[in-house]
């Protein structure tokens, strides 16, 4: 498969500027400087960083120059040290994956869309200037199948505006069911040579997100404890569970990433390293990039203190 060039491995800076309380004190000090020092130590060549559209608009869809701030003070301090940054929206208005935010109406209104076309607009004028290290998310996490021809109309006219800007950056574009890999299918073909197709990875979710209190019980058990063993999640599990994305990025000649992967803090370590090293081994047979969920808290912290005992060995497999 090509290989997504300067994006092969990288972490995720969730609750950053995104799901977080957006107070002042959260946007300017979750992540400092040694935290982005500490990722390049670890031998990441990039980091993805969640923003919520709210950071970068007020109510009425203008601009903030502080929120605005906040994104390129991130991304100055990654290109110091030497991070690739994918620029990742989050949430936008009439949209959000947490149906806790109460954003809705998104895919049935051409205000919404056209609100969104004009913010990844100011986004690419904003950060345009380095295609090489920096590329665009569009979307966090589209939910519902049902959402899928409506995406990718909107895709479509999203990439065609924001190319007009920014030619040459790379845009990545995710589909359904959160992302999910057995989606990706369902994207059209890419806009150009510069789209790569984009999935998360935390199945089996019994495993990865046991006793989530997030997590609807009626579609998921995972309110039980699970080992790796019963999980199941083998590279050969891995294998099948990403035959078909690999088969329809091959086919239409792109790239596939993982921008989210991880393992619920509730895992004990040892559990959460075999994991690690499963799904590893296919992104690496595959030359499949990725950014591993997440840099600190958020209920997958790598850098929490339960990791210190694993950590060295764990990030060989991230």
Known sequence: ?????????GIDLGGWLSQCDYSKERLEGFIKEDDIKTIASWGA?????PIDFNVLEDNNGGYSDIGFGYV??????CMRNGLNIVIDLHKTAGFSFDKGECETGFFDSAELQERFYRLWEEIARRF?????????ELLNEVTDKSFITVWNKVVKTCIGRIRKIAPDTV????????????AVKDLDAPYDDRVVYNFHCYDPLEFTHQHAPWVDPER??????????ESGATPEYFEQLFAEAIKTADENNTVLYCGEYGV????????????YKSINSVFEKHNIGRCAWSYKEMDFGLSDSRLDGIRSTLLKYI
């Open 220 to 229: 998921f058990d995972v309110n039980k404890d699970m080992t790796y063993a």
């Open 1 to 9: 498969m090509k290989e997504f060039k300067g994006f092969k491995k």
């Open 171 to 182: 845009i990545l574009v995710g589909s359904y069911w959160n992302n999910s890999v057995n």
């Open 128 to 136: 345009c200037f380095d295609s090489e290290h920096i590329a665009f």
């Open 45 to 49: 060549d990039h980091v993805r960083i």
């Open 264 to 275: 619920i803090d509730k895992v004990p370590a040892e559990e959460v390293l075999e994991w």
């Open 72 to 77: 390129k003070n991130a991304v100055d301090m």
